[in-house]
Each structure stands twice: as C-alpha cells, then as structure tokens.
C-alpha cells in the first residue's frame, strides 16, 4: 500500500491550502483515514479523522478552520485547510487506521 500526500506549501496567515491523500490499494473504503502533523521540535499530533462510515472528528486546535473529507471512488482523502495561522506549520501526513500505513508526509508553512 502506498500512500502519496500532496498540496502542501507556503501560504500567508489567514490563508488556505488543500492537502490531498491518494491511497492505493483496496484498503481505502473500510478503513479510518486520519491526518496527523508534526512541527519542528514537537510530537506528532492528531489533527482529524474521517471514519469509513463518513464520522468526522477534528482536534480543537483547527475545529471549524479545517475540513476532512474522503472520495472513495477516488481512494482519496482531503484536509481543507482555512484561516491558518502560523502554529498550522507542519509536516502533515496521512494514516490509515487500524492498518498502521502512513503518507510520506507534505510540508506547510504559514508565514508572512
């Protein structure tokens, strides 16, 4: 299985950015698929999840400014990304749960 993340970048604060997650494979549809970020220095942190059954559930840190979504036809799953602020800059990967496969990670950096 692999898992290839993309759209991230530099963007100004209050911006926007879309990070998409093609997986492949036939193991998309039954399965969670969660994004997760790592900024320099720190843990990895939970950012959102979208369960197979479409559940979404967001940390408190981007509820309301960001969006997780999954196109199944597609084995893609999407983290729209609004009003960012510089504590957003991360490394962002995608996971799928419970089969423990990650992204390779896609970088984002909300700077001025």
């Known amino acids: 299985v692999q898992l290839q993340a993309s759209g991230g970048g530099l963007v100004q604060p209050g911006g926007s950015l879309r990070l998409t997650c093609a997986a492949s494979?036939?193991?998309?549809?039954?399965?969670?698929m969660r994004w997760y970020r790592q900024a320099p220095g720190a843990q990895r942190e939970w950012v959102a999840t979208v369960t197979s059954g479409g559940t979404t559930m967001y940390a408190d840190s981007v509820k309301g400014r960001f969006t997780i979504s999954r196109d199944n036809s597609k084995n893609t799953v999407y983290l729209q990304m609004n009003n960012l602020k510089p504590d957003d800059t991360a490394v962002y990967y995608c996971?799928?749960?419970?089969?423990?496969?990650w992204g390779q990670g896609t970088q984002v950096t909300v700077s001025s």
């Open positions: 996971y799928v749960w419970p089969r423990n496969y």
């Open positions: 494979g036939s193991i998309f549809s039954t399965n969670d």
